[in-house]
């Protein structure tokens, strides 16, 4: 059974930094493009980061460009979001995802991480 | 690629056929899915390459469309399918764009 478990979030000040994982199970995780998606409270889904299958390809919306990266150990089946320079913007609940062979979709997502930024 | 949807939500009953649209700023050929997200949950995969039916999805959803202009269908509306739902453009890598959402409630 193909799971996507995010872990890490949680309570952050402006400023601060704060890394998600995402552990990934039941596929072969080294042939899959991976995804951040983050949904702030109330809204809609905001596409963040995607990364290549080894890693050697990445990709951040504008919004985090610079603050953010986004990394990948096929070794321990993990994705990982490197968030820096938090802002009250960034607050949302992060999802990972699985991109579909032959961009057929996300076919799967955890259950998402909340990442709250407050003082 | 930004991308839009009609309406932002309606209302419907059990029993409706429902018919959301998904309008690209440019054509993305078929690269075009739909997710459905209950509150508190992830999105759930509908549909891929615009009429690509998700293994056990049921067939009431369908989906339809090329270039920019793209729609899903729910031939008849269940309890369960109040929700709301969202496209997603995959053609040009990345960023792979959402749309704003639909909000299906029950009239």
């Known amino acids: 059974e193909v799971q996507l478990v995010e872990s890490g979030g949680g309570l952050v000040q402006p400023g601060g930094s704060l890394r998600l994982s995402c552990a990934a199970s039941?596929?072969?995780?080294?042939?899959?493009?991976m995804h951040w998606v983050r949904q702030a409270p109330g809204k809609g889904l905001e596409y963040v980061s995607a990364?290549?299958?080894?890693?050697?390809?990445?990709y951040y919306a504008n919004s985090v460009k610079g603050r953010f990266t986004i990394s990948r150990d096929n070794s321990k089946n993990t994705l990982y979001l490197q968030m820096g320079s938090l802002r009250a913007e960034d607050m949302a609940v992060y999802y990972c995802?699985?991109?579909?062979?032959?961009?057929?979709?996300?076919?799967?997502w955890g259950q998402g991480t909340l990442v709250t930024v407050s003082s | 690629i930004q991308l839009t949807q009609s309406p932002s939500s309606l209302s419907a009953s059990v029993g409706d056929r429902v018919t959301i649209t998904c309008r690209a700023s440019?054509?993305?050929?078929?690269?075009l899915a739909w997710y459905q997200q209950k509150p508190g949950k992830a999105p759930k995969l509908l549909i891929y390459?615009?009429?690509t039916l998700q293994s056990g999805v049921p067939s009431r959803f369908s989906g339809s469309g090329s270039g920019t202009d793209f729609t899903l269908t729910i031939s008849s509306l269940q309890p369960e399918d109040f929700a709301t739902y969202y496209c997603?453009?995959?053609?040009?890598?990345?960023?792979?764009?959402f749309g704003p959402g639909t909000k299906v409630d029950i009239k």
């Open positions: 995802a699985r991109e579909g062979i032959g961009s057929s979709g996300f076919d799967y």
């Open positions: 039941g596929f072969t995780f080294s042939s899959y493009a």
């Open positions: 990364i290549s299958s080894n890693g050697g390809s990445t």
């Open positions: 440019q054509g993305i050929s078929s690269y």
């Open positions: 390459a615009a009429s």
């Open positions: 997603q453009q995959l053609n040009s890598y990345p960023p792979f764009t």
